[in-house]
């Protein structure tokens, strides 16, 4: 393990009955980096999150925090890691300043800092206008900011956030968003999502799973260099649908997605592409309007994995999360 | 384990958990004698039955309150308890407090001595309502009895509560665990019944030998049999739920 690793997980396996949810998964998650993680659902990213915090025993694998390896009895570790699970609940009788200073009780004997770092967490996540209220009566949002205010109670070198933006209206999804970039740098973060463009706008590395295996494990940046001009763009004045007949059946073409005039296709043969496309479009006297590769977008990378070459890893980008 | 136990403790108040038990010691503890005294003079006479009592006494109000203290107020701690742990097991809050630098085995201790607290504040309340009104009504109460039958009834009452919280983490399911309990309380008293021992020791039998011994007719000494039986019983329950609730 690293010296700047925070979390390592080696080989993880869970299986119930005769599903194999996570399936032989490792990963690093190094200090200070946000980590997004991301699968379709289904694909085992809550039982990985929930081995790497002890709540469930892998069948197979091991998990290391903080260099140490993971014991539920060891409260030194657990006090430097934050959690927020997919549908955070909390008592419903409790009011959330005194929900929070329970939780800091956890962390701290002296009952003058644990209150003050509740108020600080109250006015951090806008808890302070609902401090009257229950949590009974709280929104989904609500519920979500008091999630992420109790996560932070105990100042965490490691934040895992299950699903934190589902389920949100923009504008809380927008806060949550804005507060883990906030985070970035001071701890190092694993957010589990479905909603690529929240990764691709704030993580610094891509760990994808999918049916329970690892599919993807690279920096954001790596992804978008190793794969740019994957996808091409074709657009010419008309006739794009005898264009797009012709190309279908070509041995590079991956995918082909219609836009108006334009086709957007993704191919396995960048260098085959070039050559056949601009002469596929001279060859029915078409007008070429624009020919043009560009970096594939996060959604692109992960149908064209969880779809095309399911449960293959892409070796060439292993091992660089973290 | 403080920081769990307040909350545990605040969690029964605010959530009116505490008041229904307390409020049902209360409630038998003044019923009971106040039954035993009008009861005969508010039934009903026809040329067609009567109905015989004999003087009713101390005794007889003592044996009534301890009688309901086992029937009922015993079911209503079952059903209160019986979610202190295995109900909040699947709970997302659970999972937060699982992830938090706490001692599992704290967690399920601190729901213990919430509820075992809760139940004796209740028999304190209950036993000087019950000590008021029979001494007003029938007089000749002991006091020291009275002392003695408290200890005895909170050692069966909270076996019954490390049987629930037992139960609840092994099963899992709160109402399973609070039918197995009850259950299982009387059932653990009649296989004692088939040791060559005397009834004394079985715990349930701390109830009904109460009666005797707080209205003056029995020693103390004939509760000790069931309270050390209740006692080593409850640690023994306690412990491993504590290590069974680590290991989970």
Redesign the interface.
Known sequence: MSPDSVLEAVDLTKRFGNLTAVDHVSFTVKAGRLVGFVGPNGAGKTTTLKMILGLLSPDEGVVFRFGREADSRDLETLARIGYVPDVPSFPEWMRPLEFLEYIGGFFSRDAETVKKRAREMMEEFGLERLAGRKVEGFSRGEKQRLGMAQAMMGEPELLVLDEPTSGLDPLGRYEVITYMERMKGKAALIVSTHLLEDVERICDDVLMIDRGRKILDAPLSEIKSFREGDTLTVEVAEGVDRLAAALAGMPWVKAISPRGNALEIMVSDKKAAGREIPAAVARFGLELLRFEGRPPSLEEVFISLTRGDQGEERNGMRGGAG | M??QF??DLL?MV??YRGYVLVGAFVIFGVLSPVTMKVLPKILPESEEFQIVFKDTTALSAATQYFDNVAQVVSLIVVILSAGAVAGKRS???F??L???????GEIVASAFAAHALLILVGLVAGHAVFALYTEWLFGGLSFWGLLASLAACAAALWLLLALTVFLGVVTRRAGLAGVLSFLGFFALSLLLGLLPLPWEVAPAALFSASSGVVAGRDGIVVLVPGMITATVVASALLAASMRLF?RN
């Open positions: 403080r920081n307040r909350k969690e605010r959530t709970t997302g809050f999972q937060i699982l992830t938090k630098p706490v001692r599992r680590e």
